[in-house]
């Protein structure tokens, strides 16, 4: 993976993306297909982060291969994006606002609402072995650099 995402920019990286809201006076109904329907991957994975608050940070990783996909479905948190050369700051306060997350990048998560509930869509299952944990040690493989 050494050099895996050198000359990316980050804008190219990460996209943020709204969902149909099939909404009608019953109330809301936002979809997210996957497979390049509404985001480019194949679902495999769902988790949510709720009970966070605005004093954790969360995240603080990078994954090797998995793509995400996060909405927060309710209440508002933010995603710093890291590539190890940029950075960039996002609001996620819209349930039908999701923020597309390409493998190899760094992420934060935090200043969570009380009420923040973050599902996250993952293309992967979890396997430990593909999150990178340590900041040092991915800014040596973004940097293409020996261990
Ligand atoms: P962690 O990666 O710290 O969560 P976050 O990225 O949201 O801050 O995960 C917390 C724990 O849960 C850790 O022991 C790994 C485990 N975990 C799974 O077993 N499966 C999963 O899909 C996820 C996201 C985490």
Redesign the pocket.
């Known amino acids: 993976m050494e050099g895996y995402n050198i000359g990316m920019k980050l804008e190219e990286q990460y996209k943020i993306l709204y969902f149909k809201d099939l909404g009608d006076e019953r109330g809301n109904l936002v979809v997210i297909e996957g497979e390049g329907m509404d985001i480019p991957f194949d679902i495999k994975?769902v988790?949510y982060?709720y009970g966070s608050d605005d004093t954790v940070v969360?995240?603080?990783?990078a994954n090797l291969r998995s793509e995400f996909l996060l909405v927060n479905v309710k209440g508002s948190s933010k995603v710093r994006v890291n590539n190890g050369s940029e950075s960039a700051v996002i609001l996620l306060d819209r349930p039908g606002m999701g923020l597309h997350l390409s493998p190899m990048l760094w992420k934060d998560?935090y200043d969570f609402s009380e009420d923040s509930v973050l599902l996250?869509l993952?293309s992967l299952h979890?396997d430990?072995q593909e999150?990178i944990r340590d900041y040092e040690e991915y800014l040596r493989m973004v940097k293409g650099e020996r261990k």
């Not at 969360?58 to 990783?61: F, K, L, N, S």
């Open positions: 994975r988790f982060i969360r995240g603080q990783h998560m996250v993952s979890y430990g999150y």
